[in-house]
């Protein structure tokens, strides 16, 4: 035995190999890799944990991997979480949805039936919903919790389960490591209780949630357009969009929504339109990414298309394209959209005189700031938060319970929007609703978004922001990337690109209030900055990179002396 694989994993291996409870193919397929050390060692050295998106893995066999045991065992350390919690007369329920991805179904269930199992009532959609629908639910329900099966925009051999707290938003951090903690003290998957879907539905403890309840979620979305007197007065059947859900769950209720408010000029991509958890016509289902809308654009040019949206496999995260001035599409990023929708919200509610005096704009702390100045512009405040949509979601639970502040929009750069107190976590369908309804808007002044863009530039300045990784796979990426943070926090550089590095703001001991993470952050003397962050629910370390120039030009070409400068530092540094 080599040192790669040591007694302890090697261990776990032979107890799911002569575990009782653990099904014949299973086991087929882990004695399918005896001898192979790395690949053993990459699937039990470690039990999934809870990070920025909760559970996440491949899929397989082994405590790394995400499988109906691993599934059913953090179903019951969340079950016995519920109800230490609970108080004497409660009757916990839960929520559960589920993407598009394949198994995403049976891990559904699976959660259903060990809930039930312990009691506990289980709310289970009919079928695939987006993820924010889960959330509102929630809320709408007064659930004591909600899960979601996803890996939201991962490659297909990923799924995932994201656990909620009552009030709708991801599990915050003391209240995840409680969890991790009831479900390390299971020791067996002879604890995990289970039930029959027929004992669960009999008993009442499975009900299944249907139209009655995407009505209700469908309603709310469209309460939060602010023009849709404009959009209905007959821009609406103009202004065209090409809609892509990727293969995923946002094809109904974004169409709904859209519809609802008046866009009745909305292209289907059609070989994207079916559920696919293969994501067979891209190479990943990522609306961050170009590649992701060839077939959009393609469809785009056809009808000549205002807007081109899509979605990842669950709706949380929405991206736009739109037409520069040269006729091109372009892929707005995450910081370019949020900015837009900013302005766009604000300025409306300034014009209807509904801005309130004591509004704020929520962002992550690797976000660009020109959505801050933007909300500046008008009298907001703006707050910054930890990477991961719940910390956003946990301000604003925070200040409706205080009514301290009035949420007015949350974002983060990886494509994540919300404005309503209807759930929390991003929502990439009223999202949708906003970036057509402020592009429409605009139109009928005569201006694109990409015309509004230059001007928010000309009047804030050109910001310019970048996103670099490196995938690090298996317990040697785990060392190489803490190897990366090692050598980054204990010899920061002087200078970087040529340019004094005046701060480093190490989030690990706690930044701003903000609960410890590891996170690296280094301020520029010319005010750019660059951020070094190990992925919460992917094997990568993240660096993100933030420059503000007179114009594109200048902007661009400090971007990417920074970029490769970091860089090149990073690649050494594994």
Same mark, same amino acid.
């Given at each position: 035995?080599?040192?790669?694989?040591?007694? %302890?994993?090697?261990?776990?291996?032979?107890?799911?190999?002569?575990?009782?409870?653990?099904?014949?193919?299973?086991?087929?397929?882990?004695?399918?890799?005896?001898?192979?050390?790395?690949?053993?060692?990459?699937?039990?050295?470690?039990?999934?944990?809870?990070?920025?998106?909760?559970?996440?893995?491949?899929?397989?066999?082994?405590?790394?991997?995400?499988?109906?045991?691993?599934?059913?065992?953090? %179903?019951?350390?969340?079950?016995?979480?519920?109800?230490?919690?609970?108080?004497?007369?409660?009757?916990?329920?839960?929520?559960?949805?589920?993407?598009?991805?394949?198994?995403?179904?049976?891990?559904?269930?699976?959660?259903?039936?060990?809930?039930?199992?312990?009691?506990?009532? %289980?709310?289970?959609?009919?079928?695939?919903?987006?993820?924010?629908?889960?959330?509102?639910?929630?809320?709408?329900?007064?659930?004591?919790?909600?899960?979601? +099966?996803?890996?939201?925009?991962?490659?297909?051999?990923?799924?995932?389960?994201?656990?909620?707290?009552?009030?709708?938003?991801?599990?915050?951090?003391?209240?995840?490591?409680?969890?991790?903690?009831?479900?390390?003290?299971?020791?067996?998957?002879?604890?995990?209780?289970?039930?029959?879907?027929?004992?669960?539905?009999?008993?009442?403890?499975?009900?299944?949630?249907?139209?009655?309840?995407?009505?209700?979620?469908?309603? %709310?979305?469209?309460?939060?357009?602010?023009?849709?007197?404009?959009?209905?007065?007959? +821009?609406?059947?103009?202004?065209?969009?090409?809609?892509?859900?990727?293969?995923?769950?946002?094809?109904?209720?974004?169409?709904?929504?859209?519809?609802?408010?008046?866009?009745?000029?909305?292209?289907?991509?059609?070989?994207?339109?079916?559920?696919?958890?293969?994501?067979?016509?891209?190479?990943?289902?990522?609306?961050?990414?170009?590649?992701? =809308?060839?077939?959009?654009?393609?469809?785009?040019?056809? #009808?000549?298309?205002?807007?081109?949206?899509?979605?990842?496999?669950?709706?949380?995260?929405?991206?736009? #394209?739109?037409?520069?001035?040269?006729?091109?599409?372009? #892929?707005?990023?995450?910081?370019?959209?949020?900015?837009?929708?900013?302005?766009?919200?604000?300025?409306?509610?300034?014009?209807?005189?509904?801005?309130?005096?004591?509004?704020?704009?929520?962002?992550?702390?690797?976000?660009?700031?020109?959505?801050?100045? +933007?909300?500046?512009?008008?009298?907001?405040?703006?707050?910054?938060?930890?990477?991961?949509?719940?910390?956003?979601?946990?301000?604003?639970?925070?200040?409706?319970?205080?009514?301290?502040?009035?949420?007015?929009?949350?974002?983060?750069?990886?494509?994540?929007?919300?404005?309503?107190?209807?759930?929390?976590?991003?929502?990439?369908?009223?999202?949708?609703?906003?970036?057509?309804?402020?592009?429409?808007?605009?139109?009928?002044?005569?201006?694109?978004?990409?015309?509004?863009?230059?001007?928010?530039?000309?009047?804030?300045?050109?910001?310019?922001?970048?996103?670099?990784?490196?995938?690090?796979?298996?317990?040697?990426?785990?060392?190489?990337?803490?190897?990366?943070?090692?050598?980054?926090?204990?010899?920061?550089?002087?200078?970087?690109?040529?340019?004094?590095?005046?701060?480093?703001?190490?989030?690990?001991?706690?930044?701003?209030?903000?609960?410890?993470?590891?996170?690296?952050?280094?301020?520029?003397?010319?005010?750019?900055?660059?951020?070094?962050?190990?992925?919460?629910?992917?094997?990568?370390?993240?660096?993100? =990179?933030?420059?503000?120039?007179?114009?594109?030009?200048?902007?661009?070409?400090?971007?990417?002396?920074?970029?490769?400068?970091?860089?090149?530092?990073?690649?050494?540094?594994?």
């Amino acid at each position: 035995m080599t040192n790669l694989m040591n007694d %302890t994993v090697f261990a776990k291996y032979e107890a799911w190999l002569n575990d009782p409870l653990i099904d014949a193919s299973t086991k087929e397929e882990l004695r399918d890799i005896a001898g192979q050390e790395k690949e053993i060692t990459d699937r039990f050295y470690r039990d999934l944990e809870f990070g920025t998106g909760g559970l996440r893995g491949v899929m397989g066999a082994g405590t790394n991997r995400l499988n109906a045991y691993t599934v059913g065992k953090a %179903t019951q350390g969340l079950a016995n979480w519920i109800l230490a919690g609970a108080e004497e007369g409660d009757k916990p329920s839960v929520v559960i949805a589920h993407d598009s991805r394949n198994y995403s179904p049976e891990f559904a269930l699976d959660a259903a039936l060990v809930l039930a199992g312990n009691g506990i009532t %289980t709310y289970l959609f009919e079928g695939l919903r987006a993820t924010p629908q889960l959330s509102f639910a929630v809320r709408e329900l007064k659930a004591s919790s909600g899960i979601v +099966i996803t890996a939201s925009h991962n490659p297909p051999e990923y799924n995932g389960y994201k656990a909620y707290g009552a009030d709708g938003c991801q599990l915050i951090p003391e209240d995840a490591e409680q969890v991790i903690a009831a479900i390390g003290r299971i020791s067996g998957f002879a604890e995990v209780k289970r039930l029959s879907r027929e004992e669960a539905e009999s008993q009442g403890l499975l009900v299944w949630l249907g139209e009655e309840a995407d009505q209700q979620y469908i309603d %709310t979305v469209v309460e939060q357009s602010l023009n849709s007197e404009l959009i209905k007065g007959g +821009i609406g059947e103009k202004f065209s969009v090409v809609y892509t859900p990727l293969h995923g769950t946002g094809n109904m209720p974004v169409r709904e929504v859209l519809k609802k408010v008046g866009f009745s000029n909305v292209h289907i991509v059609p070989e994207q339109e079916k559920p696919d958890g293969y994501f067979s016509t891209v190479k990943s289902p990522n609306p961050e990414e170009r590649e992701a =809308f060839t077939l959009a654009i393609n469809l785009a040019q056809q #009808v000549g298309a205002d807007i081109i949206i899509g979605t990842d496999p669950d709706a949380d995260r929405m991206g736009a #394209v739109v037409k520069n001035n040269d006729g091109e599409y372009v #892929v707005l990023s995450g910081n370019q959209s949020g900015a837009l929708m900013v302005h766009y919200v604000l300025s409306q509610l300034k014009e209807r005189g509904e801005l309130p005096s004591n509004g704020v704009v929520i962002k992550t702390i690797v976000t660009s700031e020109l959505g801050a100045v +933007i909300a500046h512009s008008f009298g907001a405040e703006v707050e910054n938060t930890l990477t991961g949509f719940k910390y956003i979601g946990e301000k604003m639970t925070q200040y409706e319970q205080t009514g301290e502040r009035s949420f007015l929009f949350g974002y983060e750069e990886s494509y994540g929007y919300l404005t309503g107190t209807y759930a929390r976590d991003k929502d990439a369908i009223v999202a949708s609703l906003l970036i057509c309804e402020a592009a429409a808007y605009y139109s009928s002044q005569g201006k694109t978004l990409y015309d509004v863009l230059l001007e928010l530039y000309a009047q804030f300045g050109f910001y310019l922001e970048g996103l670099e990784s490196r995938t690090l796979k298996g317990f040697d990426g785990v060392q190489k990337i803490g190897a990366i943070m090692d050598d980054w926090r204990q010899n920061p550089p002087a200078e970087i690109g040529g340019i004094k590095v005046e701060n480093v703001l190490d989030y690990a001991g706690g930044h701003d209030g903000l609960r410890p993470e590891n996170v690296l952050k280094y301020l520029r003397a010319d005010g750019s900055w660059f951020c070094l962050r190990p992925s919460g629910t992917e094997p990568k370390i993240k660096v993100y =990179f933030a420059v503000k120039g007179e114009n594109k030009e200048a902007a661009a070409s400090a971007l990417q002396t920074l970029i490769t400068a970091v860089m090149e530092r990073v690649d050494r540094s594994e």
